[in-house]
């Protein structure tokens, strides 16, 4: 069994920032994948931003403002968010991707952590 403990979510006034961390723990033998994705009750839920071994990929709407980080050592995964607008309000959930000790493919998602932006 994997763990993700999310964090660091809040309130905070538009063009305000936060930090959103998701540490892994539990039966892990790699992670390739780590991402943050996002869903508010209009909308399906988004990839917001993925970090890889060698690559990061954004989504459009937080390019330039979001930066997606991450410590393998600790096995956990970071959203700095800056310059926050109304529309970033959501629950933001993080999603890891890799294997097992016994090689089985992993896909988990954690609770999610709401972030509220007030404009």
């Known amino acids: 069994q994997v763990q993700l403990v999310e964090s660091g979510g809040g309130l905070v006034q538009a063009g305000g920032s936060l930090r959103l961390s998701c540490a892994a723990s539990?039966?892990?033998?790699?992670?390739?994948?780590m991402g943050w994705h996002r869903q508010t009750p209009e909308k399906q839920r988004e990839m917001v931003a993925e970090i890889t071994s060698g690559s990061t990929t954004y989504a459009d709407s937080v390019k330039g403002r979001f930066t997606i980080s991450r410590d393998n050592a600790k096995n956990t995964v970071y959203l700095q968010m800056n310059s926050l607008k109304s529309e970033d309000t959501a629950n933001y959930y993080c999603n890891i991707k890799g294997y097992s000790p016994s090689l089985r493919f992993m896909d988990y998602w954690g609770k999610g952590t709401l972030v509220t932006v007030s404009s």
């Open positions: 539990g039966s892990i033998r790699s992670i390739s994948a």
